[in-house]
């Protein structure tokens, strides 16, 4: 193997999968009998569709409170109203129920309410999180994988930062995935649910060759059934193998698994989140929006691989090492389109004029050196932010 990869690595994922449907009511045997439960939510969709009841049902005659109001991207002025919570009810154990947004703002509720300090060191300092409280998920949007990973992105509103914590202490106990929760969820919520997957499996991925074959075919599997099940998806709402696939493919693309021992790049995540942050463009749009960008910028470096994905996932074989990496791109962004998530910063009606700004808090926030081999300089995520214009 090239580089030292695939030689040494440690796969570790403690968070028991519960899957299919009616496996909702299977949280009555993963929670303590005893245990005083905060229900963690975004708006009123899981009240909507009846997952609440499902998860107050399942709970039966545990102490248990609700906190609603999380946002698409949880903010720390909210979730920190929920760490109140938490103290003044006795809480003891929480249960995420929804997207990759709520049990993200979950993790940093139980990482917070025992550290000692100013919990949003947490992400502007990477400071440790030695303990947190147990916690369990219900998962009703396929997209982040948040549900089987330790990782979590977390945005402060009056600061306009958007940053990102991992920690050994916030994996979840168990998640349940029932598929037929997604069947409710509005076409804009799947379409960016298949393409936050895409691209969590692409970074990973789509870096340069260390002969890692297994992760590789397993990263090229994922990214085919995405663009298989994805337009799928949208079509037929209420087909429980085309949900339970898109399901279980956002989970594997972000649980680690993909990513054991091979080199990871993240640099589309980071520019991404600074548009999130400035413009409040949902996570995965600002996705859709800087891979394309961020692949034509670097095609020389990501030349190798970029060829692979081009003849495996887009059965492109014809014409130039060149041409076949340029049609390899643009499948990507008309992938993204007919997922229906616009691909380019002037379909939000946001030209040039930002970048300064942009960039300003790349750098404030130390984003100086990205990418696999970390030489995205901010020079050349200057380039990536023009190119997306």
């Given at each position: 193997m090239k580089d030292g990869y695939m030689q040494n690595f440690t796969f570790h994922n403690p968070t028991k999968i519960i899957f299919g449907e009616g496996q909702i009511a299977a949280i009555d045997a993963e929670v303590p009998r005893q245990a005083r439960v905060l229900i963690t939510s975004g708006g009123s969709s899981i009240k909507n569709n009846g997952v609440l009841a499902q998860v107050q049902a399942a709970l039966g005659d545990r102490v248990s409170f609700v906190f609603s109001g999380i946002e698409p991207n949880p903010t720390y002025e909210t979730l920190m109203q929920a760490v109140a919570l938490v103290r003044e009810k006795k809480v003891d154990f929480l249960l995420a129920v929804g997207g990759g947004s709520v049990i993200d703002g979950t993790k940093f509720i139980a990482a917070a309410l025992n550290f000692d300090g100013e919990p949003w060191d947490i992400l502007s300092k990477q400071a440790e999180v030695r303990d947190a409280m147990p916690f369990g998920s219900v998962l009703t949007l396929p997209a982040t994988g948040s549900e089987m990973n330790n990782g979590s992105v977390i945005t402060y509103q009056a600061k306009g930062d958007k940053l990102f914590f991992t920690s050994d202490k916030t994996y979840p106990l168990f998640s349940v995935l029932d598929p037929t929760t997604t069947y409710s969820l509005p076409p804009r919520q799947i379409a960016n649910g298949v393409v936050d997957a895409f691209v969590h499996t692409v970074e990973q991925y789509l870096t340069y060759p260390v002969d890692a074959k297994v992760q590789d075919r397993f990263a090229e599997g994922l990214l085919l059934t995405l663009t298989e099940v994805g337009p799928q998806a949208l079509a037929e709402p209420l087909n429980y193998d085309v949900r339970a696939n898109l399901m279980w493919t956002a989970t594997l693309a972000l649980n680690g698994l993909i990513g054991a021992g091979v080199p990871q790049d993240w640099a589309t995540h980071m520019l991404g989140h600074e548009i999130t942050a400035l413009h409040?463009?949902?996570?995965?749009?600002?996705?859709?929006?800087?891979?394309?960008?961020?692949?034509?910028v670097r095609r020389n470096e990501k030349h190798a691989k970029l060829l692979q994905y081009a003849e495996?996932?887009?059965?492109?074989?014809?014409?130039?090492?060149?041409?076949?990496?340029?049609?390899?791109?643009?499948?990507?962004?008309?992938?993204?389109?007919?997922?229906?998530?616009?691909?380019?910063?002037?379909?939000?009606?946001?030209?040039?004029?930002?970048?300064?700004?942009?960039?300003?808090?790349?750098?404030?926030?130390g984003m100086t050196a990205l990418g696999e081999r970390e030489n995205v300089t901010p020079a050349i995520s200057r380039q990536v932010y023009q190119a997306a214009v």
């Open positions: 409040g463009l949902d996570h995965a749009q600002t996705l859709a929006i800087i891979l394309p960008a961020m692949l034509t495996r996932v887009w059965n492109i074989t014809q014409g130039s090492e060149d041409d076949r990496i340029t049609a390899a791109i643009a499948a990507t962004r008309a992938f993204f389109e007919k997922m229906t998530v616009p691909t380019r910063l002037s379909d939000y009606q946001i030209d040039g004029s930002s970048i300064a700004t942009l960039m300003a808090k790349l750098e404030e926030h």
